[in-house]
Nanobody
Framework: QVQLRESGGGLVQAGGSLRLSCAAS????????MAWYRQAPGKQRELVAR???????NYADSVKGRFTISRDNAKNTMYLQMNSLKTEDTAVYYC???????????WGQGTQVTVSS
């Protein structure tokens, strides 16, 4: 079982930037497509961005042009660079494999991102 640990969240003003990291244990990280998800208070978890095992990316319309997902398979780590943050980006951010139809690994604790106006 892979363990996931998200970090890098914090409090930032609208228009600011943050870089999230997702560290995965184990050596099988590189063969899976991965994604960032987020869950805002009172809302369902949603897919933010995904990256295939060989680096192809895709984004939710709400973050396209502002967020960049990347991965370093040698370090078993995935990143999410978030620029031009908006208050509606406030949520707990999680990483996990994609698609969900194949089953998720155990969710980590996530990292809180709070964007103030």
């Amino acid at each position: 079982q892979v363990q996931l640990r998200e970090s890098g969240g914090g409090l930032v003003q609208a228009g600011g930037s943050l870089r999230l990291s997702c560290a995965a244990s184990g050596s099988i990280f590189s063969i899976y497509h991965m994604a960032w998800y987020r869950q805002a208070p009172g809302k369902q978890r949603e897919l933010v961005a995904r990256v295939t095992s060989d680096g192809n990316t895709n984004y939710a319309d709400s973050v396209k042009g502002r967020f960049t997902i990347s991965r370093d398979n040698a370090k078993n780590t995935m990143y999410l660079q978030m620029n031009s943050l908006k208050t509606e980006d406030t949520a707990v951010y999680y990483c996990n494999r994609w698609p969900g139809a194949i089953g998720y690994w155990v969710w980590g604790q996530g990292t809180q991102v709070t964007v103030s106006s």
